[in-house]
Nanobody, 122 residues
């Protein structure tokens, strides 16, 4: 069984920074893409940033220049550094892993974390 566990959310003032972490655990051989999504109340879940196994990145226009995604393949971990936070960044942030190959040669298409709340408010 593969699980993703996020950490690092919390309450921050506008203009502040937070760093989210997401660690995958289980019998994992490799992970293709990893990413962060967010869902604000009353809105659909949206992609924030994604990163491939070789480090190619993709960002939502709303976070370009403020957020940075990175990963540590050896630790099956993905990070999201969030700077210059705005109230509109308030949401539950979910990490995901796509194409998770286990040591049993099973490929799991997608795994989601449980989410971590980020609140930007003065």
């Amino acid at each position: 069984q593969v699980q993703l566990v996020e950490s690092g959310g919390g309450l921050v003032q506008p203009g502040g920074s937070l760093r989210l972490s997401c660690a995958a655990s289980g019998s994992i051989f490799s992970i293709n893409d990893m990413g962060w999504y967010r869902q604000a109340p009353g809105k659909e879940r949206e992609l924030v940033a994604a990163i491939t196994r070789i480090g190619s990145t993709n960002y939502a226009d709303s976070v370009k220049g403020r957020f940075t995604i990175s990963r540590a393949n050896a630790q099956n971990t993905v990070y999201l550094q969030m700077n210059s936070l705005k109230p509109e960044d308030t949401a539950v942030y979910y990490c995901n892993a796509d194409g998770v190959q286990t040591f049993a040669f099973v490929v799991i298409p997608r795994v989601w974390g449980q989410g971590t709340q980020v609140t930007v408010s003065s």
